[in-house]
């Protein structure tokens, strides 16, 4: 069975930091660009960050630029959000995505627009609060 779990979410006071991850059953992350996606209540889900093969392909949405920082480690099959300097505005349950079972190449940017994504986690939910 193809399955995304997060975990990595919680409560923190404005300014904390926490680190999201997300690893996979059923298939190997490590040969898909990966999304990270939030939804606050009452809003859309928007894309975070996402991540192609290599790192250095990262796209960030402008409101967490400087803040958070996807990597990928492809020993622990796991993609991770570390997110720092947090705001109320961070709240909302963090998704990771993939697009499997797309055979062309995704942009990240594109990715972080929802394309080609048919895949997602359960989510864990993030609170900024003080």
């Known amino acids: 069975q193809v399955q995304l779990v997060e975990s990595g979410g919680g409560s923190v006071q404005p300014g904390g930091s926490l680190r999201l991850a997300c690893t996979s059953s059923g298939f190997s992350l490590n040969y898909y660009s990966i999304g990270w996606f939030r939804q606050a209540p009452g809003k859309e889900r928007e894309g975070v960050s996402c991540v192609g093969l290599q790192v250095n392909s990262a796209y960030y949405v402008d409101s967490v630029k400087g803040r958070f920082t996807i990597s990928r480690d492809n020993a622990k099959n796991s993609v991770y959000l570390q997110m720092t300097d947090l705001k109320h505005e961070d709240t909302g349950i963090y998704f990771c995505?993939?697009?499997?079972?797309?055979?062309?190449?995704?942009?990240?940017?594109?990715?972080?627009?929802?394309?080609?994504?048919?895949?997602w986690g359960q989510g864990t939910q993030v609170t900024v609060s003080s």
């Open positions: 995505a993939a697009p499997i079972g797309e055979r062309e190449i995704i942009f990240t940017q594109d990715l972080c627009n929802m394309k080609g994504v048919d895949t």
